[in-house]
């Protein structure tokens, strides 16, 4: 920490851009929040190179950088907008919902210059803003014609939580349903981050869907949603298949029951 004065100072002055950068990560690296506004003001003027900046926001920005990042990810460089994903990301918590991103992020995934890769980045972020109105974007792109796309869609509902409403549950159990095994498991981990009442009442009655239900994922779902949304029909119904199972599901529904916080659960 007490090198920080001098390299605050050297970003006031005019140093050279090595020396700028070499700064700039260094204040990154200690997380020196009250250099991010410097940080900023040496970026905006020339002196430190915008791949620096960003890569420096990700260790010493906060939330108010976040819209200094957005604005280059999707810039002409592949090494700007690598940094500014990467801040992005490290920015953004979706305990805290941050609408703002939204925007910026559908309009970066409309741009041309950003990589297949670089657009799952963008979908992970939109899960990253917290925000409900990512939602129908992220719902959209569940039916995108590629395949990591998919994925990073269903992840990023997951993490956009309870709060993201029904459309984001119906998709989350039509993937649960689909013919791909990736995605099936990805939308129980989603499910079990972000369902509810309808979520946790939909897995139930596919329990009873025969052979072509993929229960293991089912149960995955399961055990997040009762964690949040237990009810005692719902542990009534887990207990009933529960004398039945064997092996892995057994335990997966005795995961599952101990999740949910109710008496009933205990005793089963």
Known sequence: SAAIPSLTALLTASPSPQAATSAAWILGALKTRDAAPLIVVSMRRGTLPTAAAMHALAGAGTGAQVP????????????????????????????????????????????????????????????????????????????????????AAIDALGALGPSAGTDVTGALLDAIDGPDAALRLHAATALSDAGGEI??????????????????????????????????AAIARLASALRLAAGPERDAIIEALGRAPTPSSSRV
Not at 73 to 92: N, Q, T
Not at 205 to 229: N, S
Request: hydrophobic share 50%; no cysteine; proline share 8%.
């Open 68 to 151: 200094v990042v957005l604005e280059f990810i999707a810039d002409r460089s592949p090494a700007v907008r690598g940094e500014a994903l990467s801040a992005a990301l490290a920015l953004l918590d979706p305990t805290v919902p941050d609408g703002r991103a939204v925007e910026p992020l559908a309009a970066a995934l409309r741009d041309a210059r950003p990589t297949l890769l670089e657009r799952t980045r963008i979908v992970t972020l939109l899960g990253r803003t917290g925000a409900p109105r990512a939602g129908p974007l992220l719902v959209e792109l569940t039916r995108a014609p590629d395949p990591a796309l998919r994925l």
């Open 199 to 232: 979520a946790r009442d939909a897995l139930l009655a596919r329990l009873d869907g025969g052979d072509e239900v993929d229960r293991a994922a089912v149960l995955t779902a399961l055990g997040g949603v009762l964690a949040r949304a237990p009810n005692d």
